[in-house]
């Protein structure tokens, strides 16, 4: 069964040093999603992504973030200066259709990286 | 702001009993309400989903939920647990006009004993 995969399971970094989290999406989806969970707190969406650009951002995805899709196959998702608050799990989803589709639309899941900046 | 309140952060059953996990949703109009569960080291995987067709939702595993919107709940249920059903469970809402954003509860780790 076509899975979401995300490289590497877990990044150790130093503050203020770029990261760039990997995803690889289920290959004929088209819409993109990257999420955190910083310990002990909710899952919280950061970014949405279709057609080669943002199509919905959260507060906490500020300038520091960016995402991009540089090929057919991955989906990243880059800190420029990590902060120790950038501590997290972070999520990678993707999905195959739009909210608009109603009853089919799912968006599944990668297994998380685990970012710790130290 | 939207939200959805798991009302339990914990909940434990013996196997073979009823598996109860509460949510609530802030009412707004035209939600698509999902529960995923996350077993350790996975990903987060969809149990089942409400996009305004039947209210009684059946997922995976003999889950099911109800989508009651005067109460604006959609608990989880399932009538006999299974020692595989130990996970932590998400209930999320999603709201017209997003992009996807969905919004999820703090979460409901579910213990089964044997």
């Known amino acids: 069964e076509p899975e979401v995969t995300q490289t590497p399971s877990h990044q150790v970094t130093q503050m203020g040093q770029e990261v760039i989290l990997r995803c690889v999406p289920i290959?004929?989806?088209?819409?993109f999603y990257w999420y955190r969970q910083i310990l002990g707190q909710k899952v919280e969406f950061l970014v949405s992504?279709?057609?080669?650009?943002?199509?919905?951002k959260s507060e906490i995805f500020d300038d520091q973030f960016s995402v991009e899709r540089p090929d057919g196959s991955n989906f990243t998702l880059k800190i420029r200066s990590t902060k120790l608050e950038d501590s997290a799990m972070y999520f990678c989803?993707?999905?195959?259709?739009?909210?608009?589709?109603?009853?089919?639309?799912?968006?599944?899941f990668g297994p998380g990286t685990r970012l710790t900046v130290l | 702001a939207q939200s959805v309140t798991q009302l339990d952060s914990h909940v434990s059953v013996s196997e073979g009993t009823p598996v109860l996990l509460r949510c609530n949703y802030s009412?707004?109009?035209?939600?698509?309400l999902f529960w995923y569960v996350q077993h350790p080291n996975k990903g987060l995987q969809l149990l089942l989903k409400?996009?305004?067709?039947?209210?009684l939702v059946k997922g995976i595993n003999g889950f099911e939920a109800e989508f009651k919107k005067s109460e604006t709940s959609f608990h989880l249920t399932k009538p006999s647990a299974h020692m595989s059903d130990a996970a932590e469970y998400f209930c999320?809402?999603?709201?017209?006009?997003?992009?996807?954003?969905?919004?999820f509860g703090k979460g409901t780790k579910l213990s089964v004993k044997p």
């Open positions: 989803a993707s999905s195959e259709t739009g909210l608009t589709s109603g009853s089919t639309y799912e968006q599944f």
């Open positions: 290959s004929n989806h088209l819409y």
């Open positions: 992504f279709y057609n080669n650009e943002i199509s919905e």
């Open positions: 009412s707004s109009y035209s939600p698509s």
């Open positions: 409400y996009t305004s067709a039947a209210t």
């Open positions: 999320v809402v999603v709201y017209g006009g997003s992009q996807g954003n969905l919004i």
